[in-house]
């Protein structure tokens, strides 16, 4: 299957995307990075660099690849969890604006399925409407909504503690991310138990 993943060099993004090609897919594996192309290069998927807010481009991108599915992973939050609070307004825009364009350019290009990163927990004032936004959208487009527990892991805000509940390893939530292949338009809970 041909797959094209935004946020493919996020932290949920770079496990997923070698998780999909030793399953035998085909992929393009987005970011808005330039110094970033080498290593999806050396994983084996295509490397497309386009920023999601350059709508244009975006089409143009996944028109060219021509996708079944469409894999979004995209979100604007910091390094240093500290920070959160800083990246709000960003990562309301990228669930928003972003989900759009995404979802305009997967429907342009024919994809038949879209599947997107949303989280399990409850967010408050415009994270809330973010949120609400993006699953809203993307189950009217007939997609799958993966509501991710706070991860944790190598690479996350959580290296060496556990967050509370909802919650799930890196590695179990790029690995459980499959299930959305075949899934029917669904929100699908990935947390641990
Ligand atoms: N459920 C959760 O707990 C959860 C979910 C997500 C993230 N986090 C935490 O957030 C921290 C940062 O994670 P991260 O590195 O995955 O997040 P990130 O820096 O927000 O980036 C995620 C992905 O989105 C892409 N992206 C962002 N803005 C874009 C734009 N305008 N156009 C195109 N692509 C864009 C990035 O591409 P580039 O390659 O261009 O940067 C990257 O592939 C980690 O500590 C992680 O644990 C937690």
Not at 43 to 51: K, N, Q, S
Not at 156 to 181: C, G, K, N, V, Y
């Amino acid at each position: 299957v041909r797959i094209f993943v935004a946020g493919a060099t996020g932290v949920l993004g770079q496990r997923l995307v070698p998780l999909l090609l030793s399953e035998g897919h085909v992929v393009a594996a987005m970011t808005r990075t330039p110094s970033k192309l080498e290593s999806i290069v050396s994983t084996g998927a295509e490397p497309v660099l386009c920023d999601v807010y350059d709508v244009a481009s975006l089409n143009v991108a996944i028109t060219d690849f021509g996708p079944e599915v469409v894999i979004h992973q995209l979100t604007d939050l910091p390094d240093d969890a500290s920070r959160i609070g800083e990246f709000g307004a960003r990562n309301s825009r990228i669930r928003e604006e972003g989900t759009r364009n995404l979802l305009s350019a997967a429907r342009a290009a024919g994809a038949s399925r879209f599947i997107a990163q949303s989280v399990a927990w409850k967010l408050s004032g415009s994270g809330a409407l973010a949120k609400t936004y993006l699953e809203t959208a993307v189950l009217g487009a007939g997609g799958v909504v993966l509501r991710y527990g706070q991860f944790y892991g190598p690479g996350t805000f959580f290296e060496s503690e556990l967050p509370e509940h909802p919650r799930i390893h890196i590695d179990q939530a790029a690995q459980q991310t499959l299930i959305a292949l075949d899934a029917p338009s669904s929100v699908i809970e990935v947390v641990e138990t």
